[in-house]
């Protein structure tokens, strides 16, 4: 929930429990909540600049994370000596999962017992589980989750959401069993979102058309909060899955994690591998029109050849078959 400072349009600010749905909304019309308006950044890149509104101060910045992969020199050798280079700016805008079923909880508490029962229809039990236990210092046979039916996530109900620990906070308070579920325009807002992120990509290819080296800047905006998945979606997923299928014999990857005044960034639909294939084919299919090499055959050229099996990817994946 929000500490004094409201960081995005969605974060929680108050919990009402009540008796009946209607009552409870009847009560939050109650809350007076006063906002003085400070800056705020919601665009990628004008977060990144040195003047941008700040979202923590631990972070003047608001480059949450950074990471480099690959040998800059070497590529720029590449580079220099490639008989052909393609360049693409890309934006790969951000999305919003909104399951069929926006996301739900019944946690169970009694006077009786010390034991929880949570249903709920999250895409991760076990790392919910670890959460909550964590978060209430409970012993594992403390707290039982039940998911059945999730009704769609797409990703979204991967993530371990403020509602899941506030309902389970209110149930052991209350000693009663508390239910809430999402308001579609609560799914929307306060869900976590996907993708959101801005790359500035090359590839430097010989005169017969073979990939001499790929370079990519990344900007990944991961919202309001450094959560896991914003971070390892670009981080980690992207990165080991860009090279695609293709030989590819350096490249250099550069890749910042921007804080902005929007929803945390989670898992949809891929959590990184589509953000790492998109800028890879777009490459492809701009560089074959540039070079008027047929698409196909400007990627059959390029693919990790069958004899070449098992093959390491510069991302240290291991391709065994294919």
């Known amino acids: 929930m929000a500490q004094e400072r409201v960081r995005f349009v969605g974060q929680p600010v108050a919990v009402v429990v009540a008796e ?28 990144a600049v040195p003047d941008a509104p700040r979202l923590c101060d631990e972070l003047p910045d608001n480059i949450g994370a950074a990471q480099t992969e690959g040998d800059a020199e070497e590529v720029e050798q ?70 059945r039916d999730i009704g769609g996530g797409f990703g979204t109900k991967v993530a371990v959401h403020p509602e899941d620990i506030l309902v389970v906070y209110a149930a052991k308070k209350l000693k009663r069993p508390v239910k809430w579920t999402a308001t579609r325009t609560e799914e929307f807002q306060a869900s976590v ?28 905006n991961t919202g309001a909060y450094l959560t896991n ?4 979606i670009p981080l980690g997923l992207m990165s080991k899955v860009i090279t695609s299928v293709y030989h590819i014999p350096v490249m250099y990857l550069d890749t910042k994690c921007v804080l902005t005044n929007t929803a945390p960034i989670g898992a949809y639909r891929g959590a990184g591998r589509p953000e790492g294939i998109y ?15 047929d698409p196909v055959s400007l990627r059959e050229r390029n693919m990790i050849r069958t004899e070449s099996l098992p093959y390491t990817t510069l991302a240290g994946d291991v391709i065994d078959s294919g």
């Open 20 to 47: 009946s749905k209607a009552e409870a909304l009847e009560a939050g019309e109650c809350l007076e909540i006063e906002y003085e308006e400070i800056p705020a950044v919601t665009d990628l890149q004008q977060a």
């Open 78 to 147: 590449a580079f220099a000596q490639a008989e052909h280079v393609t360049r693409i700016e890309l934006v790969n805008n951000r999305v919003v999962g909104s399951p069929l079923e926006p996301r739900g909880l019944l946690c169970e508490a009694y006077p009786n017992t010390e034991k929880l029962i949570l249903h709920s229809m999250h895409q991760s039990v076990t790392r919910l589980h670890s959460v909550l236990c964590a978060v209430f210092q409970l012993e594992p046979e403390q707290l039982q989750i039940i998911v």
């Open 193 to 220: 979102h996907g993708r959101d992120q801005r790359n500035y990509a090359e590839l430097a290819f010989d005169a017969t058309g073979k990939i001499l080296a790929l370079r990519v800047h990344t900007l990944a």
């Open 279 to 293: 800028p890879m084919e777009r490459l492809m299919d701009m560089a074959a029109r540039e070079m008027g090499i």
């Open 229 to 232: 998945p914003a971070l390892l």
